[in-house]
Nanobody
Framework: QVQLVESGGGLVQPGGSLRVSCAASGSDFSLADMGWYRQAPGKQRELVAVIFRSGSTTYAGPVKGRFTISRDNAKKMVYLQMNSLKPEDTAVYYC????????WGQGTQVTVSS
């Protein structure tokens, strides 16, 4: 069983930066692909970024070049650094384990607004 707890969300102005974090429990964290997803009001949940157990990464088009996903296997943490934030990045951001995701966190709200 894997538990995921996100933190670090909040309100940020357009053009600003924010880092959200995900703390994982359970064994074999280093063997798991980890991802960030988001869901805006009235929209479906969508992929933001994935970091594979190999360390390679992939990003959704709208965030490529602005967001960076990283992981610390020793601390069982996954991070999403978000720069040049736009109002359309406003969403609940979820951490997930596995591809396709098998375990989900509860989400953290990110609001980009002036």
């Amino acid at each position: 069983q894997v538990q995921l707890v996100e933190s670090g969300g909040g309100l940020v102005q357009p053009g600003g930066s924010l880092r959200v974090s995900c703390a994982a429990s359970g064994s074999d964290f280093s063997l798991a692909d980890m991802g960030w997803y988001r869901q805006a009001p009235g929209k479906q949940r969508e992929l933001v970024a994935v970091i594979f157990r190999s360390g390679s990464t992939t990003y959704a088009g709208p965030v490529k070049g602005r967001f960076t996903i990283s992981r610390d296997n020793a601390k069982k943490m996954v991070y999403l650094q978000m720069n040049s934030l736009k109002p359309e990045d406003t969403a609940v951001y979820y951490c997930a384990s596995g591809t396709p995701p098998r375990y989900w966190g509860q989400g953290t709200q990110v609001t980009v607004s002036s």
